[in-house]
């Protein structure tokens, strides 16, 4: 994990998130904490990797979701050599659908 990112403050706010108990806590504290432009980005970033993952086009994903080629190489470069964490949160999304 990038190293910039652990600080404190960093730590604070996902207690915070962690604290949350179910969807309708998220969008009271989400809509709180974020512009709807940020919310909406992160939403919008979530949802071009998961069609990443599921091998759609570039196009098909710009087509769906309104993202630019930049942000989708972005996020395409997240699931290539990031930390994995787009697949760990899929596949325990994928774990709690099926079971």
């Not at 998220?26 to 909406?40: A, G, K, P, Q, W």
């Not at 071009?48 to 979701?65: F, G, Q, W």
């Not at 050599?81 to 999304?93: A, I, L, P, Q, S």
């Amino acid at each position: 994990m990038n190293k910039k990112i652990r600080t404190d403050a960093v730590d604070y706010l996902f207690d915070a998130i962690l604290s949350l108990k179910d969807k309708e806590e998220c969008y009271t504290f989400f809509e709180d904490i974020c512009t709807v432009n940020e919310l909406l980005s992160l939403s919008q970033r979530f949802e071009v990797a998961s069609m990443l993952r599921n091998h759609k086009t570039y196009l098909e994903i710009a087509d769906k979701t309104g993202a630019s080629t930049a942000t989708i190489s972005r996020v395409n470069r997240s699931l290539n050599y990031g930390n994995d964490g787009y697949e760990m949160v899929f596949t325990r999304m994928e774990n709690k659908e099926s079971g």
